[in-house]
């Protein structure tokens, strides 16, 4: 399996977010990357597989693949898809509103890929505004910022002013805002006390309003968001697996090895040799 670079995607001159658009006339085989890509459907029928199961892939439907998840496309017809491409960290750097909403932050940051099918005016909204990316490949950056801004908007209830006028800042939304923060810094040493406490909440309370937004116990998510980013270094650097480790917050090797091979079903070393970094 491959795994493409952003600056394999997008050129080597420091270029952060972009877009383009593919036709799919066959199979695009599993692949991986590290950047996060948004796959609008514009046209077109087929099937969209990823480490989270199948999904069929029709007009307005919306993939939104992490960094060190892997996915592919297989069309019945062929399928015309505009994908947008960025570095995760702009999310945190200038996008920081999106994750004040829990439906919005459940689909930036759940592990492997979340997809969904957007009503066709929104949907047109957000291919315009991505085709706009695309043709604007060196565009000063806030201006790509801009687009991008836009783009994520109109794919989230952001998109309606009146939406944006009623976000307050409820329980969920004080813990989706240390879920960002984990996601931006999982090597800090992270525990369920130290996290309910950055939410300025109980562990109890900041456990059961964590589990019932993302499914998962608090433990896990970290341990999910550790994981993903070992993954990365595995095959972006040349640091020694256990370096690995440590700087995604698992300092313990044997135990880093075992719940790797856990979650992926194979060692460390052997992600590392099975997929390419393409640059």
């Known amino acids: 399996m491959d795994r493409y670079a952003l600056t394999g995607v997008l050129g080597a001159d420091s270029r952060r ?13 599993p692949h991986a990357h590290d950047f996060v890509e948004i796959a609008l459907v514009v046209s077109g029928h087929g099937t ?10 029709v007009a307005g439907s919306v993939f939104l693949v992490r960094p060190g998840s892997w996915h592919s496309f297989e069309p019945i017809t ?7 491409y960025f570095d995760e960290r702009v999310l945190f750097e200038h996008l920081p509103w999106l994750f004040t909403d829990a439906t919005s932050s459940r689909r930036l940051l759940s ?37 991008l801004t836009c783009i994520m908007a ?11 006028e009623q976000v307050a ?13 984990i996601v931006a810094d999982p090597a800090h040493e992270w525990s369920v006390p130290a996290v309910a406490a950055a939410a300025n909440l109980s562990p109890s309370h900041f456990t059961r309003i964590f589990r019932r937004e993302l499914g998962t116990s608090p433990a896990r998510f970290i341990a999910q968001v550790r994981l993903e980013r070992a993954a990365l270094l595995l095959v972006s650097t040349d640091l ?29 070393k052997e992600y590392r040799a099975g997929i390419h970094l393409l640059d």
Not at 121 to 140: H, I, K
Not at 154 to 160: E, P, R, S
């Open 17 to 29: 977010i972009g877009a383009e658009s593919v036709d799919v006339p066959e199979t695009i085989e």
């Open 48 to 57: 969209h597989i990823s480490r989270t199961g199948t999904d069929d892939a």
């Open 78 to 84: 062929t399928m015309t898809v505009v994908n947008v």
């Open 111 to 147: 592990a492997g890929t979340s997809s969904w099918t957007a009503p066709a005016d929104v949907f047109g909204d957000a291919v315009a505004w991505a085709t706009s990316l695309e043709q604007r490949p060196q565009a000063p950056f806030m201006i790509s910022v801009g687009l």
């Open 154 to 164: 109109v794919l989230t209830d952001f998109g309606d002013p009146d939406r944006v």
């Open 169 to 181: 800042a409820s329980s969920s939304d004080l813990v989706w805002s240390v879920v960002a923060q």
């Open 240 to 268: 020694a697996v256990a370096r690995v480790g440590e700087q995604a917050g698992i300092d313990d090797a044997n135990y880093f090895a075992r719940i790797f091979r856990s979650a992926y079903g194979i060692s460390p």
